[in-house]
């Protein structure tokens, strides 16, 4: 693997976008899910209107990707509470997870193309989507999921099975 480049959907790589988007939200903290749906939103800032071009390719089915990836982000996120770069706290609605102080260092001591690309998406996410209540996030990444689908669904044509 090639200095700097870190593995797609390692818990590395999800823990280092997870920090990335707290520490931009911060001293803001998300629960798990809103990680999930922001983690999703950065890299796929393309489907949203006016939002900058997506760092990842705009693959078919992408948008199942928020089935799948909990466990991930889950585990990138705890590696980044082992490392002292984000505290969970406990609330009555469940755990918040918060940057603390060394993820701004720590980050700045990444100096990859990729990171400062997701740290300019992160900032838009946060700005453009901070206010949005949960219930708004679900149906908007349910209508791209929507449309994502009914897009790459292919046509039934007569005489065919």
Do not use: C, K
């Not at 949203?48 to 991930?72: M, Q």
């Amino acid at each position: 693997m090639p200095d700097g480049v870190l593995t797609f959907n390692s818990p590395i790589e999800t823990g280092v976008r997870a920090l990335i988007l707290l520490a931009e939200a911060y001293p803001q903290g998300f629960d798990l899910q809103r990680i999930l749906e922001y983690d999703y939103m950065m890299v796929h800032t393309g489907d949203f209107e006016n939002g900058p071009p997506s760092i990842h390719p705009a693959l078919p089915l992408r948008s199942g990707e928020l089935l799948v990836r909990r466990e991930l982000i889950d585990r990138g996120v705890m590696l980044m509470v082992s490392r002292a770069l984000v505290t969970r706290q406990a609330t009555e609605q469940g755990f918040i997870f918060r940057a603390l102080d060394d993820a701004g260092p720590f980050l700045d001591s990444l100096t990859a193309e990729y990171i400062n690309d997701l740290r300019n998406r992160a900032a838009w996410v946060v700005e453009r989507f901070g206010a949005t209540s949960d219930h708004d996030i679900r149906v908007l990444l349910s209508q791209i999921y929507d449309q994502w689908s009914r897009e790459f669904q292919i046509p039934e044509q007569p005489g065919l099975f």
